[in-house]
């Protein structure tokens, strides 16, 4: 059974950094692309960033770029999110995602519902 479990998730004030985790389980995901999601309350699910399945690209939400960082472990089965310089407005609950389908480019369009999803870390940005 596929798991995808984050972590690293917390508070933080403002201007501070954070490093999200999604370790994958129950397969190997070495040729599929990876991303993050978050969802603020009242919000929709928002794209933030996204790896290809090769490592080479990776996207980005216009609200994070050049602050946030998505990378991917060599054996590519975990992916992360390096986020400096935070901002109240990133407060949200961040999901991580997996596209079933193998190749992919890590663009947002790529993940849908019935992809891989994790089960989601808060992260709260105090001003």
């Known amino acids: 059974q596929v798991q995808l479990v984050e972590s690293g998730g917390g508070l933080v004030q403002a201007g501070g950094s954070l490093r999200l985790s999604c370790a994958a389980s129950?397969?190997?995901?070495?040729?599929?692309?990876m991303g993050w999601f978050r969802q603020a309350p009242g919000k929709e699910r928002e794209f933030v960033a996204g790896?290809?399945?090769?490592?080479?690209?990776?996207y980005y939400g216009d609200s994070v770029k050049g602050r946030f960082t998505i990378s991917r472990d060599g054996d590519k089965n975990a992916v992360h999110l390096q986020m400096n310089n935070l901002k109240p407005e990133d407060t949200a609950v961040y999901y991580c995602a997996v596209d079933k389908v193998p190749y992919g480019s890590g663009e947002s369009g790529r993940f849908g519902g019935d992809d891989y999803w994790g089960q989601g870390a808060q992260v709260t940005v105090s001003s």
């Open positions: 790896i290809s399945w090769s490592g080479f690209s990776t």
């Open positions: 129950g397969r190997t995901f070495s040729n599929h692309c």
